[in-house]
């Protein structure tokens, strides 16, 4: 038993907004109790190049956001909801990383500050629309100045340091809203159940649902 704060993970790979929508409409708002906070971190797939199966337009973005966040609080009307732009993303490090590790088979889709930032103003106007709270993720990790992309493994995704970082920028909002760790109750983590999500095809067609992980 343990005086923390239980976290619990709808976060899957590869997701965008839409279908994330989809799997919160199918199940994934069930949770062992209502929470107080919950995070809402999307974009970095929906900014793709418009050719990849993965796209969704600044515009259907907002919407799927705005979308998620009435759903969120339809179910949970008590629990604050924190609505985050999407990180930073070095788009030549992505291409790099992603045709060397594929072998020119990926090049990580036109990934990159230049596509990311109309998500990330987007997220501001649901926010500002919405009453959710909007915390920036991008604004606060581009403040170190360009050691931000010392915070990413790839361009995209974090690397030790990132979670870190991504950690102290989650509990020092979560603090400002008076959930402080210390003063959490007790809990015990074997009670948390399992949900698990719809997985797509490369194409971004759904596959049947499985009680396992897995693509």
């Known amino acids: ?93 992505v291409y790099t990383y992603f045709t060397k590790a594929t072998k020119m088979q990926a090049n990580g889709s036109g990934r990159g500050e230049e596509r990311i930032a109309p998500m990330v103003e987007a997220v501001k106007e649901v926010a500002r629309a919405s009453g959710a709270r909007l915390l920036d993720v991008h604004g606060k990790l581009k403040g170190v100045g360009d050691t931000w992309r010392a915070l990413f493994y790839d361009g995209l995704h974090f690397n030790g340091e990132g979670n870190q970082a991504m950690y102290r920028i989650v509990r020092e909002e979560l603090e400002a809203i008076g959930l402080e760790p210390d003063e959490l109750p007790m809990h015990r983590p074997s009670m948390l159940g399992r949900a698990y999500p719809q997985v797509y095809d490369e194409s971004g067609r759904p596959k049947p649902r499985t009680t396992k992980m897995g693509r």
């Open 1 to 93: 038993i343990s005086r923390s704060l239980d976290v619990i993970n709808r976060g899957f790979g590869g997701y965008t907004t839409k279908w994330i929508l989809a799997d919160l409409k199918a199940g994934l708002l069930s949770l062992p109790k209502a929470p107080k906070a919950i995070t809402v971190m999307l974009g970095s797939n929906d900014h793709v190049k418009s050719s990849d199966p993965l796209h969704v337009p600044p515009e259907g973005y907002g919407l799927n956001l705005r979308k998620i966040v009435a759903l969120l609080r339809d179910r949970y009307p008590c629990a604050t909801v924190l609505l985050c732009t999407p990180p930073p993303c070095d788009g030549t490090q």
